[in-house]
């Protein structure tokens, strides 16, 4: 499947105004950003397999990208993280949200194919960032740095919510008290999902 583009990418390139990019947006692309989906909704800009990564855009040439509820559905992680890394600015960032594996929802898809934990972003950082329990970054050539990462807690069952949301103000306060959350507490009250901020390593 080639990249069908519906807007004029390289003026958008051009022009002064911030590139932002939302990759698997559907219909909820917010104005100002470039849509990128594989399905042509009228919201979409670009029309492309996201599994393929994103050829269509030159390396250094996004400011921000937005990513959300979208890598559990993708085959090859690495892949797609390496291109936004790619297209990211030195000072870029992305904001991406992916479910967490306590989320009991997460089963429910079928088209879902992995599962996310309060470390798998850390694999692709350097020993000296991570956090208090390291984990190896040798697997992959992808390096990246983390800004900022909280557990999202949500609930359609009113008071609930409530409680999950005022756990979820607790927990996020330190990189301590999310570890201890995801070993000891994570199967009494699950969180939905993760969401965390990316950007290039400092010395990159």
Known sequence: MEATLK??????????????????CGKKKKPGQIGIDQIDFPEIDIVANIEKGLPFLPDGSVD???????????????????????????????????????NPYYYSDPTH????????FY???????Q???KVPHYYS????????????????????GFLKKALGKIINRSSLLQEYYEENLVYRMPA?????????????
Do not use: W
């Open 123 to 129: 694999y692709f950082v350097d020993p000296r960032d």
């Open 113 to 120: 194919v992995r599962l996310f934990g309060l470390y798998t």
């Open 141 to 160: 050539d992808i390096k990246l740095r983390i800004l900022s990462k909280k557990f999202v807690f949500r609930s359609e069952f009113g008071i609930f």
């Open 192 to 204: 939905h999902a993760i969401e965390v901020t990316i950007t290039h390593p400092q010395d990159d």
């Open 7 to 24: 807007i004029d990418l390289e003026k958008k390139l051009n022009s002064s105004e911030p590139v932002i990019i939302n990759i698997g």
């Open 131 to 133: 956090l208090k329990r």
């Open 64 to 102: 921000e990208v937005h990513c959300r509820s979208v890598l559990e559905h993708i085959e090859n992680l690495e892949h797609i993280l390496r291109e936004i890394m790619r297209v990211l600015k030195k000072d870029g960032k992305a904001f991406i949200a992916v479910p967490h594996f306590s």
